[in-house]
């Protein structure tokens, strides 16, 4: 395994645990300015409206798991295929558990940091 492929995988398991904690400064820090995600049933969206859903779930306890299943770097850029599993539990409510496929694409910035660029979740309940 690469440096680049250690530090794209630590990335991944730093945004699940910074997301199991409520982190959100942590998660918001693991992705660039210009981040755009995608979500089934829904228009892209990007980092500050990424934030204001985010800061919605703060009292929600989360647990998950993600296993990268594909890590491919080409240069400065790099694509993560993973299956993730999360359970959520709003407080006084059942958890509501979703599970697929995250496809990944990350820049490395002139700091030498990997950050997510795109990230296109396939969630769905289970």
């Known amino acids: 395994m690469t440096a680049d492929e250690a530090a794209i995988r630590e990335l991944i398991a730093a945004w699940m645990r910074a997301s199991a904690a409520g982190d959100l400064d942590t998660v918001l820090g693991l992705v660039t300015d210009d981040v755009v995600f995608m979500v089934p049933g829904a228009e892209p969206f990007g980092k500050e409206m990424f934030a204001a859903a985010a800061a919605t779930m703060k009292s ?67």
């Open 60 to 126: 929600a306890n989360l647990e998950g798991t993600s296993e990268v299943r594909e890590l491919q770097v080409l240069g400065d850029w790099a694509f993560a295929r993973s299956f993730v599993r999360v359970a959520v539990t709003p407080p006084g409510r059942e958890p509501v558990r979703r599970a697929g496929w995250v496809l990944s694409i990350l820049r490395k910035g002139a700091d030498g940091r990997w950050r997510i660029a795109r990230d296109a979740n396939l969630l769905s309940r289970v």
